[in-house]
């Protein structure tokens, strides 16, 4: 492990913890680890199984279904670093759920990713880290940073001089690149 990376624990959620495996492969360090459980009652518990205090904490975890599940599990996650002293938390967060619901297109309805945002904030999370959001405004809901990564990018550099034969690539909407 690098003195740079020495501060730095990432822990996963029940969500995709492969993914965070993999993160923590790539840079060449342990995941951190945390009891995450349900009790009976179906409330979620969450205890971290090392010292995090003054550490740079990233919390990974994508909001797949169960989605109220997924987003309510991070929210204790990030609940418990703080109460646990975190230096900084970032939400890591790969696939932001309530994307499309970023504006009120009709009367009586919630501006879903607004409110996402604003629990995240309230939860104690000092950054977020996700991917591709559905609509650029919802960086604007966030009054903490918020870095959004395009996988654009290396999916094309990936593909690129591969043999693709007749394989097209396509949005699930117009709004897609």
Same mark, same amino acid.
């Given at each position: 492990?690098?003195?740079?990376?020495?501060?730095?624990?990432?822990?996963?959620? !029940?969500?995709?913890?492969?993914?965070?495996?993999?993160?923590?492969?790539?840079?060449?360090?342990?995941?951190?680890?945390?009891?995450?459980?349900?009790?009976?009652?179906?409330?979620?518990?969450? !205890?971290?199984?090392?010292?995090?205090?003054? !550490?740079?904490?990233?919390?990974?975890?994508?909001?797949?279904?169960?989605?109220?599940?997924?987003?309510?599990?991070?929210?204790?996650?990030?609940?418990?670093?703080?109460?646990?002293?975190?230096?900084?938390?970032?939400?890591?967060?790969?696939?932001?759920?309530?994307?499309?619901?970023?504006?009120?297109?009709?009367?009586?309805?919630?501006?879903?990713? !607004?409110?996402?945002?604003?629990?995240?904030?309230?939860?104690?999370?000092?950054?977020?880290?996700?991917?591709?959001?559905?609509?650029?405004?919802?960086?604007?809901?966030?009054?903490?940073?918020?870095?959004?990564?395009?996988?654009?990018?290396?999916?094309?550099?990936?593909?690129?001089?591969?043999?693709?034969?007749?394989?097209?690539?396509?949005?699930?909407?117009?709004?897609?690149?």
């Amino acid at each position: 492990m690098t003195n740079e990376l020495v501060d730095l624990a990432i822990f996963s959620g !029940r969500t995709y913890p492969a993914f965070a495996e993999a993160i923590c492969a790539h840079l060449g360090m342990k995941q951190g680890e945390a009891d995450i459980f349900e009790f009976a009652n179906e409330n979620i518990f969450v !205890r971290y199984q090392e010292n995090i205090r003054s !550490r740079d904490v990233f919390l990974v975890q994508p909001f797949f279904p169960p989605v109220s599940t997924s987003i309510l599990e991070l929210l204790i996650m990030i609940d418990a670093a703080r109460r646990a002293s975190a230096g900084r938390i970032t939400a890591v967060i790969p696939y932001y759920a309530y994307g499309r619901s970023d504006k009120k297109d009709q009367p009586r309805v919630p501006i879903s990713a !607004r409110l996402l945002a604003n629990l995240i904030e309230t939860a104690g999370a000092d950054r977020v880290l996700t991917m591709n959001l559905h609509a650029g405004q919802i960086q604007g809901f966030f009054n903490i940073p918020l870095d959004e990564l395009n996988a654009l990018f290396p999916v094309s550099a990936y593909y690129e001089g591969k043999d693709m034969g007749n394989y097209t690539g396509v949005s699930t909407d117009g709004g897609g690149e």
